[in-house]
């Protein structure tokens, strides 16, 4: 797509009177173009694990399994739980109840990696947290319950994946060869008017 476009930019800089509108306009394109590729995602979160009861819980996680290259826990985990005894079904899971995401990757070697999550909102019933997912592929996810209500464990697994959102410097990069186009362009527009007969 970016090829095309400074195909085009290039065709029309020859074509054009006025280059430093094209080159403006070119800048403006691409700044829409990596706008909407800014909003792209690999996904929302998704459910990993729905309705599984283990000891006194009934558990569900949701994941936004992100990779990154830069050590940034990007791997994004929500553990939402109930009572799995339908006479208590009205009660609300205790405050200080203990959740702990663990994960190891499953096609290479490799530790586990684990997190406390934290109440969402103050609330023991749902609870977040975010862990480093170093490359792309499958890993095993388990998560660990202490609480009032007891101990349990679930388990399950996730591909995680690389963002497809462009980190910001990447943008700037990308934009910035345009937007100097555009101002070499505007300043020799500026010098050849200044040097024509009557300075028009």
Known sequence: MIRCLSVLFHEAMKATKTPGLVAAGAASILVGLNSSMVLAHSGPPF?????????????????????T??????GKFWVTMQPAD??????????????????????????EVSARAEPIKGEAARQ????????????????????????????????ATYDLRPRPI?????????????????????????LRPGGR
């Open 47 to 67: 459910p990993i694990l729905s309705d599984r009861v283990a000891g006194a819980y009934q558990v569900s996680i949701w994941a936004d399994p992100d990779a």
């Open 128 to 159: 977040f947290t975010a862990l480093l997912m170093d490359h792309e592929g499958p890993f095993a996810v388990r998560v660990t319950i202490d609480g009032a209500l007891g101990r349990a464990e679930v388990q399950a697994s996730t591909d």
């Open 69 to 74: 290259d830069d050590r940034s826990a990007a």
């Open 170 to 194: 990447l943008i700037v990069v990308f934009v910035l060869p345009f937007l100097l186009v555009g101002f070499v362009w505007g300043k020799l527009l500026i010098k050849r008017r200044m």
């Open 86 to 111: 339908r006479a208590i079904a009205g009660r609300t899971i205790p405050a200080g109840t203990r959740v702990d995401v663990i994960i190891r990757p499953l096609d290479r070697n490799g530790g």
